[in-house]
């Protein structure tokens, strides 16, 4: 009798275990835009982003954020010119959601779907790759997020009359530690 | 050769098992992608997970909207879709389907070496476009719980990384005076390159205006100029004074340079007519530009300099 009290238990307990809940925090971040127009080519980087995983039952949600400000091209004239044309004031935070399984830690690519709120627009990107490199209990993730101004509706910006182009590509850079 | 083999086998039977293998081992090299090359698929179901059949699915390379490759085919009735051969790129995802919402998706990136999977749920509704979604206050930053809700219970949300809701609230004002700050630095901007057309006249005019055997025309005309370009100069320059200054940011970069020239040609603007009608009343006079008046070429040089300076300061940067 108390075998098969035991057995019950141990059978019950197992999907507890096996669905158990873990956390992943990002731990330092490079998200750069990049810009192109006929006269220049211009970078805003922020290492502000914050980030956070929670796993249940082997599926991760993810929910990273950065305020726009934080971007800094080493043009305060430029900066304050993008915050205006991404109505960075209305909407200052910039956020992306992703679901993946947990297993994806393990792999050394991973192509995520995600959805980015931005300039007060949603978009959604399909099957995007990253590579991920995992060393120390800590796992870098770096990838291209092939964005443009026209996904969030945002007027693009011109010097000398002339428009910057519709592509603005981010390429992330991110180191996440479970929790 | 076919026929070849066919003939020489004399046996229909044999020939036909022959061809069928030939066809079963030729074939998945003819449906699988060419080297290099990658697939899309999918399945479109709507809210309840059904099937959406007959939906047209187009997908267009996202490099190029101008002249985007398009292809489109239709869901089969277990509201799968399936592009194969797509060169490797981000392509452009539009679902439409009578009954439901339009879907577009910016972006599905399709590598050379796989399949990538895109499936889909549409709204049921008018055919509108749907995504990326408009701005309304469920699909703002600052309403992360409708979205944790509809993704997953155990979703983080903002209050999870440390953001307040204060954080995430809009400032309509700030908007407002940044919109104001831009549009009148487009005016500054434009009308600071409308003013180097007739800056470089009156450079230009100013040979035949300032030597010895020079007519009263060439004198006039390079005036005319020099007054149209001042008259623009100023209006260029009032509306970078008066456009408005976002509290709490600091100069940095280029727009430093380019402010820092002002100082140098704002004032030349204004003593540059000065120097120039005193030496304009010299030269009437039949005198030989004398005295302070001769500083008006060299002042004129230093400020159509820095101007320019000034210009190309901003133009490699924006």
Same mark, same amino acid.
């Given at each position: 009798?108390?075998?098969?009290?035991?057995?019950?238990? /141990?059978?019950?307990?197992?999907?507890?275990?096996?669905?158990?809940?873990?956390?992943?925090?990002?731990?330092?971040?490079?998200?750069?835009?990049?810009?192109?127009?006929?006269?220049?080519?211009?970078?805003?980087?922020?290492?502000?982003?914050?980030?956070?995983? /929670?796993?249940?039952?082997?599926?991760?949600?993810?929910?990273?954020?950065?305020?726009?400000?934080?971007?800094?091209?080493?043009?305060?004239?430029?900066?304050?010119?993008?915050?205006?044309?991404?109505?960075?004031?209305?909407?200052? #935070?910039?956020?992306?959601?992703?679901?993946?399984?947990?297993?994806?830690?393990?792999?050394?690519?991973?192509?995520?779907?995600?959805?980015?709120?931005?300039?007060?627009?949603?978009?959604?990107?399909?099957?995007?790759?990253?590579?991920?490199?995992?060393?120390?209990?800590?796992?870098?993730?770096?990838?291209?997020?092939?964005?443009?101004?026209?996904?969030?509706?945002?007027?693009?910006?011109?010097?000398?009359? #002339?428009?910057?182009?519709?592509?603005?590509?981010?390429?992330?850079?991110?180191?996440?530690?479970?929790? | 050769?076919? +026929?070849?083999?066919?003939?020489?086998?004399?046996?229909?039977?044999?020939?036909?098992?022959?061809?069928?293998?030939?066809?079963?081992?030729?074939?998945?090299?003819?449906?699988?992608?060419?080297?290099?090359?990658?697939?899309?698929?999918?399945?479109?179901?709507?809210?309840?997970?059904?099937?959406?059949?007959?939906?047209?699915? !187009?997908?267009?390379?996202?490099?190029?909207?101008?002249?985007?490759?398009? +292809?489109?085919?239709?869901?089969?009735?277990?509201?799968?879709?399936?592009?194969?051969?797509?060169?490797?790129?981000?392509?452009?995802?539009?679902?439409?389907?009578?009954?439901?919402?339009?879907?577009?998706?910016?972006?599905?990136?399709?590598?050379?070496?796989?399949?990538?999977?895109?499936?889909?749920?549409?709204?049921?509704?008018?055919?509108?476009?749907?995504?990326?979604?408009?701005?309304?206050?469920?699909?703002?930053?600052?309403?992360?719980?409708?979205?944790?809700?509809?993704?997953?219970?155990?979703?983080?949300?903002?209050?999870?990384?440390?953001?307040?809701?204060?954080?995430?609230?809009?400032?309509?004002?700030?908007?407002?005076?940044?919109?104001? +700050?831009?549009?009148?630095?487009?005016?500054?901007?434009?009308?600071?390159?409308?003013?180097?057309?007739?800056?470089?006249?009156?450079?230009?005019?100013?040979?035949?205006?300032?030597?010895?055997?020079?007519?009263?025309?060439? +004198?006039?005309?390079?005036?005319?100029?020099?007054?149209?370009?001042?008259?623009?100069?100023?209006? !260029?320059?009032?509306?970078?004074?008066?456009?408005?200054?976002?509290?709490?940011?600091?100069?940095?970069?280029?727009?430093?340079?380019?402010?820092?020239?002002?100082?140098?040609?704002?004032?030349?603007?204004?003593?540059?007519?000065?120097?120039?009608?005193?030496?304009?009343?010299?030269?009437?006079?039949?005198?030989?530009?004398?005295?302070?008046?001769?500083?008006?070429?060299?002042?004129?040089?230093?400020?159509?300099?820095?101007?320019?300076?000034?210009?190309?300061?901003?133009?490699?940067?924006?």
């Amino acid at each position: 009798m108390n075998k098969k009290i035991l057995i019950a238990f /141990v059978l019950l307990a197992l999907p507890a275990f096996g669905g158990s809940d873990s956390q992943w925090v990002l731990e330092q971040s490079s998200l750069t835009y990049h810009v192109s127009h006929p006269l220049h080519e211009s970078e805003g980087v922020s290492h502000a982003a914050r980030g956070k995983g /929670v796993c249940h039952a082997g599926e991760c949600d993810f929910l990273i954020a950065v305020a726009v400000k934080s971007f800094d091209s080493g043009d305060s004239n430029r900066d304050l010119h993008m915050i205006q044309v991404t109505r960075g004031a209305e909407f200052p #935070i910039v956020t992306v959601r992703t679901h993946l399984p947990e297993s994806a830690a393990a792999s050394a690519t991973v192509n995520a779907d995600l959805e980015i709120q931005f300039a007060g627009q949603t978009a959604q990107y399909k099957q995007i790759p990253f590579k991920l490199e995992t060393q120390g209990g800590k796992t870098h993730i770096t990838g291209t997020i092939p964005a443009t101004l026209s996904d969030f509706k945002i007027d693009p910006p011109s010097l000398l009359t #002339i428009r910057v182009k519709n592509e603005m590509p981010v390429r992330v850079d991110m180191t996440w530690h479970p929790q | 050769m076919l +026929r070849k083999i066919f003939r020489n086998r004399h046996n229909g039977v044999r020939g036909l098992v022959f061809f069928v293998c030939l066809v079963v081992a030729i074939e998945p090299s003819l449906v699988a992608q060419t080297a290099g090359m990658g697939a899309l698929t999918g399945r479109v179901t709507d809210a309840s997970s059904n099937a959406v059949p007959n939906a047209t699915v !187009t997908v267009t390379t996202v490099e190029s909207v101008e002249n985007g490759q398009t +292809r489109s085919t239709t869901t089969g009735t277990d509201g799968t879709y399936r592009f194969d051969g797509l060169p490797p790129g981000n392509y452009r995802l539009k679902i439409e389907a009578a009954g439901f919402k339009t879907l577009e998706i910016p972006s599905a990136t399709v590598s050379g070496t796989g399949t990538a999977v895109v499936d889909e749920k549409l709204e049921a509704g008018e055919p509108i476009s749907a995504k990326p979604a408009a701005a309304s206050p469920d699909n703002l930053p600052n309403a992360p719980s409708s979205i944790a809700t509809s993704s997953s219970a155990t979703a983080p949300s903002l209050s999870d990384l440390g953001i307040s809701p204060e954080q995430t609230q809009g400032n309509p004002r700030e908007q407002a005076l940044l919109d104001k +700050r831009t549009h009148m630095l487009k005016i500054h901007q434009r009308l600071g390159l409308i003013t180097t057309i007739p800056l470089i006249a009156t450079l230009a005019t100013s040979i035949n205006a300032g030597g010895k055997n020079t007519s009263t025309t060439s +004198r006039d005309l390079h005036t005319a100029l020099g007054a149209v370009t001042g008259d623009l100069y100023f209006m !260029t320059a009032y509306y970078a004074i008066r456009a408005p200054r976002v509290p709490g940011t600091e100069s940095r970069g280029p727009i430093r340079f380019h402010k820092a020239m002002a100082w140098i040609h704002g004032p030349g603007m204004i003593l540059t007519p000065i120097l120039g009608i005193m030496a304009f009343d010299e030269k009437n006079k039949g005198e030989k530009v004398h005295g302070i008046a001769s500083a008006h070429g060299p002042v004129a040089i230093v400020t159509a300099g820095a101007f320019g300076a000034a210009l190309l300061s901003v133009s490699v940067k924006f």
